[in-house]
């Protein structure tokens, strides 16, 4: 199953994801998809570069599913980092993003 590597910003502590580009991104659709164990570590390694540089913290690989355009993690607690707070569904991500 296909994965992500996300971490939190520091400076805002928005929920990111390494994008395309290796970038961070704040939008899971916008995330790199990692199909082998090996590319997934290899972005994890690069990523705590961006934690020595005190850009991120919490690097956090975890599993996606794929329908069509539209990436969803898995597991209930990722589903939550990519969408927002639950308590106020009118604040976070699924605010501006629906």
Partial sequence: MPQVVSANRLDDGIVVFVGRDRAWVELLDAARL???KADMEAAVAVAQKDVAANRVVDIFPFEVKIS???VTAVALRDIIRTSGPTVHRDHGKQAVHG
Avoid: M, N, S, Y
């Fill in 34 to 36: 990692f199909d082998t």
């Fill in 68 to 70: 069509g355009d539209t």
